[in-house]
Antibody, heavy 118, light 110 residues
Framework: QVQLVESGGGVVQPGRSLRLSCAASGFTFSNYGIHWVRQAPGKGLEWVAVVSSDGSNKYYADSVKGRFTISRDNSKNTLYLQMNSLRAEDTAVYYC???????????WGQGTLVTVSS | QSALTQPASVSGSPGQSITISCTGT?????????VSWYQQHPGTAPKLLIY???NRPSGVSNRFSGSKSGNTASLTISGLQAEDEADYYCSSYTSSSTYVFGTGTKVTVL
């Protein structure tokens, strides 16, 4: 079955960097676009970024543009999110989600928590 | 990229029907049939309920249905059950090739 497993979360100081990973299995990874979506503690869902199936097209939310970079390695069935210049407001659970039958994701991982704090 | 507008909370008694609205603009909800709905229980990942405005994935109860009129999409839950108590989010593709979620609605079963 479709499985997405995020990793790389943790506590990081403001201004520092962190890279998240999302390991995919159970489907042909290279055929699907993949999203990153985040959820701050006690808050709603916020779309972060999406990358096309071949990695050639990438789009970002205004709140992370210029600081975050989405990428993928289809040979490793893995999605990445490089997060630079982190701010307190980036504190959230970060989910990866497959852009399948639903535009914003039909299968989601369990999430990884990123805490930006000094 | 303003969030789509949903009511903060909706409640109903078991067996009743409730409707959650999701209001956007002609650049998102009104311009595309790429509206999805998700259910999220505390501490878990969102679960897809509806895609492309009104389609249900395999395995999702037919008590959930979706529709759209103009810039507003709606999710209706019929025959409300205790397990339907959760947070619900809509989402849409936008004219900027980005995506946007709704503000979220907490459903309470009385």
């Amino acid at each position: 079955q479709v499985q997405l497993v995020e990793s790389g979360g943790g506590v990081v100081q403001p201004g520092r960097s962190l890279r998240l990973s999302c390991a995919a299995s159970g489907f042909t990874f290279s055929n699907y676009g993949i999203h990153w979506v985040r959820q701050a503690p006690g808050k709603g869902l916020e779309w972060v970024a999406v990358v096309s199936s071949d990695g050639s097209n990438k789009y970002y939310a205004d709140s992370v543009k210029g600081r975050f970079t989405i990428s993928r390695d289809n040979s490793k069935n893995t999605l990445y999110l490089q997060m630079n210049s982190l701010r307190a407001e980036d504190t959230a659970v970060y989910y990866c989600a497959r852009r399948g039958i639903a535009a914003t994701g039909d299968s989601w991982g369990q999430g990884t928590l990123v805490t930006v704090s000094s | 990229q303003s969030a789509l507008t949903q009511p903060a909370s909706v409640s109903g008694s078991p067996g009743q029907s409730i409707t959650i609205s999701c209001t956007g603009t002609s650049s998102d909800v009104g311009g595309y049939n790429y509206v999805s709905w998700y259910q999220q229980h505390p501490g878990t990942a969102p679960k897809l309920l509806i895609y492309d405005v009104s389609n249900r994935p395999s395995g999702v109860s037919n008590r959930f249905s979706g529709s759209k009129s103009g810039n507003t999409a709606s999710l209706t839950i019929s025959g409300l059950q205790a397990e339907d108590e959760a947070d619900y989010y809509c989402s849409s593709y936008t004219s900027s090739s980005t995506y946007v979620f709704g503000t979220g609605t907490k459903v309470t079963v009385l």
